[in-house]
């Protein structure tokens, strides 16, 4: 079966249902997991509109890990790879068509995920890059929205780290399928439109510095897993020296600096414990 899912928090109604009509040309079933949101009302119409959508509700908010987990634990039994999204990624028709293109090549026998190219929605240059590129290349640490992901490699090893929550669940995924002998590729001939916080750009002694804006609890979650990350795979300094630019551009460039300080700081004390 060819199915998807899509993991929810407060979605945007309007950019689901985009993608849900989409999805549901290509899909045999879609599965999304809802994190406890408020527009549970909105969410029950889609359910009630779409024959090929399951919503399954969530008590709380577990985070991102154990709510794709949880979807992956739903869909295995008749599917040998999900199609993996967040709210607001869209995927086109083709776009799928060419992930899947890779599934039944002979040359790919140890594939763990087929990714496409990253198109950020907040920047204004959104074009695709070199139309001469190859058709595929490795990767190490792609997004896991818009990836398809092998049924096989996210048993091997355990699936994604529940305690992660949120911010660097991918990575570490990616990286521990690829210590278990699988293959992360990305289609260069699709594309995915996704946005990550609210970007800007931002002049600082004649350079330009991409702000992401993300909230003070998305602050706290990216300063403590970057040490647990490191703690778990190397890269102690690495992990510092990533916590020092998160503070940096939060007291610099962002709003709420205080509340956004705190939090960083609150995180890296949870990371180091």
Same mark, same amino acid.
């Given at each position: 079966?060819?199915?998807?899912?899509?993991?929810?928090?407060?979605?945007?109604? @309007?950019?689901?249902? +985009? %993608? $849900?009509?989409?999805?549901?040309? !290509?899909?045999?079933? #879609?599965?999304?997991?809802?994190?406890? /949101?408020?527009?549970?009302?909105?969410?029950?119409?889609?359910?009630?509109?779409?024959?090929?959508?399951?919503?399954?509700?969530?008590?709380?908010?577990?985070?991102?890990?154990?709510?794709?987990?949880?979807?992956?634990?739903?869909?295995?039994?008749?599917?040998?790879?999900?199609?993996?999204?967040?709210?607001?990624?869209?995927?086109?028709?083709?776009?799928?068509?060419?992930?899947?293109?890779?599934?039944?090549?002979?040359?790919?026998?140890?594939?763990?995920?087929?990714?496409?190219?990253?198109?950020?929605?907040?920047?204004?240059?959104? @074009?695709?890059?070199? +139309? %001469? $590129?190859?058709?595929?290349?490795? !990767?190490?640490?792609? #997004?896991?929205?818009?990836?398809?992901? /092998?049924?096989?490699?996210?048993?091997?090893?355990?699936?994604?780290?529940?305690?992660?929550?949120?911010?660097?669940?991918?990575?570490?995924?990616?990286?521990?399928?690829?210590?278990?002998?699988?293959?992360?590729?990305?289609?260069?001939?699709?594309?995915?439109?996704?946005?990550?916080?609210?970007?800007?750009?931002?002049?600082?002694?004649?350079?330009?510095?991409?702000?992401?804006?993300?909230?003070?609890?998305?602050?706290?979650?990216?300063?403590?897993?970057?040490?647990?990350?490191?703690?778990?795979?190397?890269?102690?300094?690495?992990?510092?020296?990533?916590?020092?630019?998160?503070?940096?551009?939060?007291?610099?460039?962002?709003?709420?600096?205080?509340?956004?300080?705190? /939090?960083?700081?609150?995180?890296?004390?949870?990371?180091?414990?």
């Amino acid at each position: 079966m060819k199915v998807s899912l899509i993991i929810s928090y407060n979605s945007e109604i @309007s950019l689901l249902i +985009e %993608n $849900i009509k989409i999805l549901s040309k !290509v899909m045999e079933k #879609i599965v999304i997991v809802d994190n406890n /949101s408020a527009n549970k009302k909105d969410l029950l119409e889609i359910e009630n509109n779409y024959i090929k959508v399951k919503i399954i509700f969530l008590e709380s908010n577990v985070g991102i890990a154990r709510a794709t987990n949880i979807g992956f634990e739903y869909l295995s039994a008749n599917s040998d790879w999900i199609l993996v999204l967040d709210q607001d990624s869209i995927l086109d028709i083709k776009d799928i068509g060419i992930l899947y293109s890779f599934v039944d090549r002979d040359n790919f026998s140890n594939l763990g995920m087929i990714t496409p190219k990253y198109l950020e929605r907040n920047e204004l240059n959104d @074009s695709c890059g070199d +139309e %001469n $590129i190859s058709e595929w290349q490795c !990767v190490k640490y792609p #997004i896991a929205s818009g990836s398809l992901v /092998s049924v096989e490699a996210w048993k091997s090893v355990g699936g994604y780290d529940d305690d992660l929550f949120i911010d660097r669940v991918d990575d570490d995924f990616d990286l521990r399928i690829r210590n278990a002998g699988y293959l992360i590729i990305q289609a260069n001939y699709a594309k995915i439109d996704h946005a990550i916080g609210q970007i800007k750009i931002v002049r600082f002694f004649h350079k330009n510095i991409k702000v992401y804006n993300h909230n003070a609890f998305r602050k706290y979650y990216q300063s403590r897993n970057n040490l647990i990350f490191a703690k778990k795979h190397g890269g102690l300094l690495k992990a510092w020296i990533r916590n020092i630019i998160l503070l940096c551009k939060t007291v610099l460039f962002e709003q709420e600096k205080i509340t956004k300080f705190k /939090s960083i700081l609150k995180g890296i004390k949870d990371g180091i414990k």
